[in-house]
């Protein structure tokens, strides 16, 4: 097919091809009928009513070999790929492993547990050692690590969606099982806010950050009474090597805590006193979900139906969400999004975000 025979614009076959480019970076599977989706809806945003040939993606990738090769789909990993003999890769990864059991736990890392075995499905994510799979109606998310989802027997992000069911009206998935290395849960159909939102009408766009605006506000309308995870683990600060600490009683702590990050020298120890100073310490304590992001909410019809990845969720200072939030969402597009992130929330926290984002630099 020549570049004159598909329906599409070369500005919009440009926008297809970095939408699944970076889709793909972050983790997602990219199955032709991802791309068939997003490029029917993208022409029909621009005025063309046209339905797209069932052979469209497989001419578009016959077109971009380069992201033919992104879309193959990997084969299941096990968890006895990190068994035998380290050479080359497998070094480097046991090494990485190490550093983010010590990040996470210390010197108190989690007994040895043996992994069952890992749900058949539909691969819908996978990065590093995290899977996502679809199996009929459920989906299961997994690890391969030797670490597990935590140091509990069950992950707490499975404790948090039967607490946010049973208190609030966010719309999350409904926990079927879980054990220290999975969850799985009910699946819900739709796309991420990141595959979705160039495709949005304004319309849609301003009724979904109405939505986020009240979903925020009822998480924030439950106050805590010590700084960590909710099954009573520490606070998570994610970065390039997340890393945890606590629970702690006060903000003080916490600031404390976070101002000792593994590249803090001590000759600087007067300029990280004045950033635990410009951060204060009498902030409420609310609920957090921690990790707000484009692509951990889904959208079906214009409307948020599920928000998902709960695993940093628990009770935090009340600039927390506000930092993490525009951190996780002010990167798909700063016009129509970004700019309006703030608005998200009764008050900005703008010094907040600065000073957490210099932590998180050295983190």
């Given at each position: ?124 994510y996978h990065c590093n050692y995290r899977h996502a799979v679809r199996h009929g109606n459920h989906l299961t998310k997994y690890t ?157 019809d214009g409307r948020i139906v599920a928000l998902l990845d709960w695993e940093c969720a628990g009770w935090y200072p009340d600039y927390w969400e506000y930092v993490f ?39």
């Amino acid at each position: 097919m020549s570049t004159q025979e598909l329906p599409l614009s070369s500005e919009q076959e440009r926008e297809v091809l970095e939408w699944a480019t970076k889709e793909k970076s972050g983790g997602t599977i990219i199955r032709r009928e991802l791309i068939h989706w997003f490029a029917q809806r993208l022409i029909r945003r621009d005025g063309n009513v046209d339905e797209l040939q069932p052979d469209f993606a497989n001419q578009f990738l016959h077109r971009h070999p380069n992201l033919a090769q992104l879309s193959v789909i990997p084969p299941p990993l096990s968890h006895k790929e990190l068994e035998g003999p380290l050479r080359g890769l497998a070094r480097l990864r046991a090494k990485m492993q190490l550093d983010r059991t010590e990040a996470l736990y210390g010197q108190k890392p989690p007994p040895p547990r043996q992994h069952a075995p890992f749900p058949q499905g539909d691969l819908v994510y996978h990065c590093n050692y995290r899977h996502a799979v679809r199996h009929g109606n459920h989906l299961t998310k997994y690890t391969i690590s030797p670490d597990g989802m935590g140091a509990d027997d069950h992950p707490n992000e499975a404790y948090v969606l039967r607490f946010i069911k049973e208190h609030t009206t966010i719309p999350v998935p409904e926990v079927i099982s879980s054990d220290w290395d999975r969850v799985t849960m009910e699946y819900i159909e739709g796309q991420t806010l990141q595959q979705a939102w160039p495709i949005l009408t304004p319309e849609q766009q301003s009724e979904i950050l109405a939505q986020l605006r009240g979903y925020i506000a009822q998480l924030r309308a439950l106050p805590g009474i010590y700084l960590g995870r909710f099954d009573g683990q520490g606070v998570l600060v994610p970065s390039i090597l997340t890393r945890s600490g606590g629970p702690f009683r006060t903000i003080a702590e916490l600031q404390e805590w976070l101002v000792q990050p593994p590249k803090r020298r001590e000759s600087q120890s007067m300029y990280w006193h004045q950033i635990t100073t410009q951060l204060g310490a009498d902030y409420p304590i609310v609920f957090t979900h921690g990790d707000i992001a484009a692509r951990n909410i889904i959208v079906r019809d214009g409307r948020i139906v599920a928000l998902l990845d709960w695993e940093c969720a628990g009770w935090y200072p009340d600039y927390w969400e506000y930092v993490f939030a525009i951190r996780g969402m002010d990167n798909v597009d700063w016009d129509t999004l970004g700019r309006h992130l703030p608005d998200l929330f009764a008050r900005r926290y703008d010094l907040e975000y600065i000073l957490m984002g210099f932590i998180l630099s050295l983190s």
